[in-house]
């Protein structure tokens, strides 16, 4: 919930009501409920409320600790807060409401900083400290809740989404060519730097400081990681199991509080269903929502990407108040400029089915479950870690992983990609330097066993390709009001799961060590669909074999085919464009060739052509302040 704005002039100038207020309203689709504002000198602090726990006036932010010490803008929830109440209650604090913002204010009152690590939810925090004149920053530990800052030496700027710093008269929008090396390699940022020159994203589980009395270097502090590196051999399969279920049970059961209805997405696979099955034991008649698409013109594998039918069967198995919206090729074009503008950090694949979904969610509830983390955490890529774990050795295992995840454009490739201008401002070997970092970055990460090569894995999709999938989630679900909540991202959920060993998460694991690429064809891992098996047993309980067993299935859209059939006129338009705004930075003869190969049939390019034109709209939106309708 929310949205969050800030303002320090370090150099002692007052901070600007007018701008603080512009900052704000620009993300009032954050916060559609209520706004408030802190200004203090040369500090100012705006806020957007989506009102979900004591939706009273008892909870408006900005928020001010009772020893008047602190005043806080708080984003997400915080699902123990009950607990940490208490123990605040037995510590002498007093409340005056029933809101998690509350605990969070008194907390840094009785901890300062420490605080955060007693949170289990996700969050992003702004505090000021009128004491001391300090600036606090910081995010839950799996980066649900996006927080960004600008920093010239004089001022920084804070927010929840990066436009509210087009409201400030320092900052003008220039693209970040390393970024842009970045997002056209891994379709992804696994550093924290945006498009954005100069825009940084807090990284989850870190903190920041700042007081006046520093100009030049802002210092984050990372307070915890993921850690797959010390599984726990001993635990039977059947411990395993049951651990998982009786914690799964209790995240879902603490992920519902709420004084507001909350519903759930539910697909055609097991994830989400297992979060709707535990969840309508505590509602009477839970609500439910399901995205399909148009297949009229879909063949070949895209043909079995609608889930509605899958959906509905779980919708009435479980009771639940079911409603669906069917997606259409012409839905595209509509969308695609709303979802950049909202999205504007740009992260993975095609996901306006995402923000379609959630607006529908949002005429019903102003909550709703996710099942996003599952795959990360039990091991749901089965093919992917299977092409790594014979790995010889560190240096093999950076090769083979780094190329399958270039996946838009390989280096080798990245001069015909980008002009030699931009080429210029660009390392072509950093996208490789920036993926070792993510390993290199853990001392414990060991590179001799298989077992070991897919826990680092493991390790590396939930530390970059998760955040950015929550990235999409956060953004697309609060343009439309809507707070999106990850049961599988719960604090105690995540610590056991990751304690759980590689041969209970992946059935076919002795199989696969088996198996000999010299003599079988290459892709014998992608055959694997084995991921999830202790999960997949612990939901044994909830849902019925018949889902359990599903093939994995991901929400996506049958690009690949409408862009060659009823979008092709659109993607040809929109990026064969004479005027198009992408080639300041790109050269159209390349995107010329990437989209002839697509609607020839030469070459599947559906995510690189939905980055195409995501980065063409960016440019549009972001650098030429073009308008949309």
Not at 116 to 130: D, E, I, Q, S, Y
Not at 234 to 253: C, G, H, N, P
Not at 337 to 366: C, Q, T
Request: charged share 25%; glycine share 6%; hydrophobic share 40%.
């Amino acid at each position: 919930m929310c949205g969050i704005t800030a303002i320090f002039n370090l150099n002692g100038e007052p901070a600007s009501q007018e701008i603080v207020n512009k900052m704000t309203r620009a993300i009032a689709h954050r916060g559609p409920d209520n706004e408030g504002f802190f200004l203090h000198d040369n500090f100012a602090m705006g806020h957007r409320r989506l009102s979900i726990l004591d939706v009273s006036e008892k909870g408006a932010q900005p928020m001010h600790s009772q020893n008047g010490e602190w005043v806080i803008g708080f984003n997400g929830c915080i699902y123990n807060y009950k607990e940490i109440r208490n123990e605040l209650f037995a510590l002498g604090h007093q409340f005056r409401s029933e809101s998690d913002t509350e605990v969070i204010s008194e907390g840094l009152a009785e901890w300062g900083e420490e605080v955060f690590r007693k949170f289990n939810g996700m969050f992003a925090v702004v505090a000021w400290n009128k004491k001391t004149k300090t600036l606090f920053l910081s995010r839950d530990r799996f980066g649900i809740k996006p927080l960004y800052y600008w920093f010239n030496g004089k001022t920084i700027l804070v927010a929840s989404e990066i436009k509210s710093f087009l409201a400030h008269p320092g900052f003008s929008v220039q693209l970040n060519h390393h970024a842009l090396n970045e997002y056209f390699t891994f379709q992804n940022l696994f550093t924290f730097r945006t498009l954005f020159d100069g825009v940084v994203m807090l990284p989850p589980a870190n903190t920041v400081r700042i007081s006046g009395d520093e100009t030049s270097f802002i210092k984050h502090n990372s307070w915890w990681d993921y850690d797959f590196s010390n599984p726990d051999e001993k635990i039977s399969f059947e411990d395993a199991t049951e651990e998982t279920k009786r914690l799964m049970k209790i995240a879902v059961e603490r992920q519902m509080i709420s004084d507001v209805p909350v519903g759930s997405y539910l697909s055609g696979g097991m994830d989400s269903a297992s979060i709707t099955a535990i969840a309508s034991k505590h509602v009477p008649r839970m609500t439910t929502f399901t995205a399909g698409f148009d297949m009229s013109e879909v063949t070949g594998v895209e043909a079995n990407y609608d889930e509605r039918r899958d959906a509905e069967l779980t919708a009435n198995f479980y009771k639940t108040e079911h409603y669906e919206q069917v997606i259409n090729a012409g839905d595209l074009a509509w969308s695609l400029p709303r979802v950049v503008w909202h999205l504007e950090d740009l992260r993975v694949g095609m996901s306006y089915p995402n923000y379609y979904i959630s607006r529908l969610a949002s005429k019903f509830v102003k909550v709703c479950l996710q099942g996003t983390g599952g795959d990360e955490l039990y091991g749901g890529y089965p093919w992917r870690y299977y092409r790594v774990s014979k790995s010889l050795d560190q240096s093999s295992f950076f090769s083979n992983y780094y190329s399958y995840w270039q996946r838009l454009v390989s280096d080798e490739s990245k001069s015909e990609l980008f002009h030699a201008g931009v080429v210029s401002k660009m390392d072509l070997n950093e996208p490789r330097q920036i993926f070792e970092r993510v390993f290199t970055f853990n001392k414990k990460l060991r590179y001799s066993r298989p077992e070991e090569h897919i826990a680092n894995s493991l390790y590396f999709e939930i530390k970059t390709f998760l955040p950015g999938l929550l990235l999409v989630g956060d953004k697309l679900s609060m343009a439309n009001g809507l707070e999106e909540r990850f049961p599988f991202l719960d604090n105690d959920l995540v610590e056991f799961a990751q304690r759980v060993p590689v041969k209970h998460k992946l059935g076919n694991f002795e199989q696969m060590k088996r198996v000999d690429e010299n003599v079988t064809h290459k892709n014998a891992y992608t055959e694997f669909n084995d991921g999830k098996n202790v999960l997949r047993k612990a939901m044994l309980e909830f849902l019925p074999e018949s889902v359990i067993n599903r093939k994995k299935q991901g929400f996506s859209a049958p690009d690949e085919s409408w862009y060659r059939g009823e979008n092709a006129r659109y993607v040809q338009e929109l990026l064969l464009d004479k005027k198009a705004r992408y080639a300041e930075f790109i050269d159209p003869k390349f995107v010329a060739k990437i989209v002839d190969e697509h609607l020839h049939k030469k070459m599947n390019h559906r995510l690189l052509i939905w980055s195409l034109m995501n980065f063409e709209w960016w440019c549009r939106i972001f650098i030429h302040n073009e308008k949309f309708q």
